[in-house]
């Protein structure tokens, strides 16, 4: 048993700083996130160095700015020079491990991890990956993500896709949705790998589509949730319909509702 401290990243998908309890929120439900906070220590300010999830995750792995390693959108591999966080730690002695969304470009790329079990979304790593390698030996597929994530498939979404911006239940059963999958393939890593650990920990969701499994699609009154602050009832004219993945024009606030409702779930 080593005297050093096991290290575990969690690292969820354009999930906003506020939606948590500890946060403060009115209605979202976090209460595993909040004992952590608790235990822990809450750190209200950040700063991102690059708007976009490639990049600004590269920038984590390797503590170097976008125009060091090079990646500057979703389609580009980064180069990094110099240690990489989880090569740093397996030479300090640490096991690492990355397991869920790590948005590698190509997707085992080798960045220093002992343990690669990745489940993707975007992008061609969602074709090789461990959980839709899974979803396939049991005759199953993603469907409404892979509608909504690949522009091939997205063409020929049904009109619900449309009309609810997304919002709709999973068509997978809670044990294969990509949340439990991810959870339960952590909890796998950190029973059999000896101390110490470092496992990334990555999750897909809250990230569009909005698509709880079932139960949990029912989690949430959308009639009973508080607006978000600012809420008007049309995009601002400075707002450019080329970059909007929706139809924003046509977001109610009944639309946004469902929408919440499913993003919190």
């Known amino acids: ?51 976009v999830c490639v990049p600004s995750r590269m920038s984590l792995l390797s503590g170097q700015w976008p125009a060091t390693h090079l990646a500057r959108s979703n389609r580009s591999a980064a180069s990094i020079h110099g240690p990489s966080m989880p090569r740093a730690l397996g030479e300090a002695g640490y096991r690492t491990a990355a397991v869920g969304k790590m948005h590698f470009k190509p997707t085992y790329k080798d960045y220093g991890f002992d343990v690669m ?57 809670e044990e294969m949705h990509s949340t439990t999958w991810i959870a339960d393939r952590a909890v796998e890593t950190i029973d059999e790998t000896e101390s110490p650990l470092f496992m990334w920990c990555g999750f897909i969701k809250p990230h569009h589509p909005f698509d709880p499994p079932k139960p ?17 009832d049309e995009p601002l004219e400075r707002d450019d319909p080329a970059e909007r993945y929706f139809d924003m024009t046509k977001l109610d606030e009944a639309s946004l509702r469902r929408v919440m409702a499913y993003y919190y779930a």
């Open 216 to 232: 949990w699609h029912e989690m949430y009154d959308p009639d009973s949730l508080a607006m978000p602050e600012g809420w008007i």
């Open 1 to 51: 048993m080593s005297d050093r401290p096991n290290i575990l990243l969690l690292h969820a998908d354009q999930h906003h700083a506020g939606a948590l309890g500890c946060m403060g929120h009115p209605d979202v439900k976090t209460p595993n996130l909040d004992a952590v906070a608790e235990q822990g220590m809450i750190f209200s300010d950040h700063f991102c160095p690059y708007p």
């Open 117 to 173: 079990q990745l489940a993707e979304q975007d992008g061609d790593g969602r074709y090789d990956d461990d959980y839709h390698r899974y979803l396939v030996s049991r005759g199953r597929i993603d469907l409404l993500d892979l509608m909504d994530q690949r522009r091939e498939f997205r063409v020929h979404a049904p009109q619900e896709y449309w009309d609810t911006f997304g919002a709709m239940p999973s068509d997978l059963p």
